[in-house]
């Protein structure tokens, strides 16, 4: 299979990588900084509809891993809420709507969210559990989800997962 890794150059995406390609998978990354490899793909910054374009347009990929995002739990200010929610949310929708446009073949886009996306809740909290977010980390992982279940919904395979 043919599949993206966007945040290839992360710690997960490192080892995502590793292990799709030990499988036998043609995979592609995309990375901040410029490389030689022509399988990595640089996108300098999410919310540049543009840079996230140009790697939907290089190849018609089956599966995409979406892992860039940016938090900082301790964070409090609407300064650092206008960020979290340009990158975490505004660079999501970016994506999808390249997804959109470009990928004719996608059966599944897989998007790393956050256990924080859920807010302060009870312990043996679940799915159906109710979200509380209230940091701006928390808010903008929350809306992010919200985006991709609402806007998205229905045109795209989607699949949102929090890691622990």
Known sequence: MKILIIGGGSYIGRNL???LMTQ???????HRRPMIDPDYFQISDIRNQEEVDKVMQAHQYEVIY??????????KTQKDYEYFYSVNVNGTKNVMNACIKYQKNLKKIIFFSSTAAMGTTPPNS????????QTPYQKSKYYMEHAIKNLYGNKLPWTIIRPT
């Not at 036998?24 to 995309?30: A, K, L, P, R």
């Not at 979406?66 to 964070?75: D, K």
């Not at 159906?128 to 977010?133: A, G, I, Q, R």
């Open 66 to 75: 979406h892992l860039i995002g940016v938090g900082n739990l301790s964070a």
């Open 126 to 133: 679940n799915e159906e559990t109710p979200m509380n977010p």
């Open 24 to 30: 036998g998978h043609s995979v592609y990354e995309t």
């Open 17 to 19: 990588a590793d292990v």
